[in-house]
Nanobody, 122 residues
Framework: QVHLVESGGGLVQAGGSLRLSCAAS????????MAWYRRAPGKQREVVAI???????AYADSVEGRCTIASDNAKNTVSLEMTSLRPEDTAVYYC????????????????WGQGTQVTVSS
């Protein structure tokens, strides 16, 4: 089993910044990717940013240029720096990871954190 724990959410004024962190622990052979998703009130969950091993990070158009995702493979962590925050960024942010949990290098399982609330006031 793998556990993801997010931290760093909170209340911030529009234009402000926040840094979210996520740490993965448990039966981890390797991590193929780590990502941040969010679910705003009344909306479906959407991807914010993805960090895939060996590839350039990818961002949703809505956060491009305002967010930076970074991963430390040695520590099994991922962070999301968010700047110039807008009220529409208000959401619960979830960390997700695609994890190899056995010696089978072809098998990866998706795991999710509990989420952390980000509220941006206008």
């Amino acid at each position: 089993q793998v556990h993801l724990v997010e931290s760093g959410g909170g209340l911030v004024q529009a234009g402000g910044s926040l840094r979210l962190s996520c740490a993965a622990s448990g039966s981890i052979f390797s991590i193929n990717s780590m990502a941040w998703y969010r679910r705003a009130p009344g909306k479906q969950r959407e991807v914010v940013a993805i960090y895939t091993t060996g590839r350039s990070p990818a961002y949703a158009d809505s956060v491009e240029g305002r967010c930076t995702i970074a991963s430390d493979n040695a520590k099994n962590t991922v962070s999301l720096e968010m700047t110039s925050l807008r009220p529409e960024d208000t959401a619960v942010y979830y960390c997700a990871a695609q994890v190899q949990t056995t010696a089978d290098v072809t098998k990866f399982t998706d795991f999710w954190g509990q989420g952390t609330q980000v509220t941006v006031s206008s």
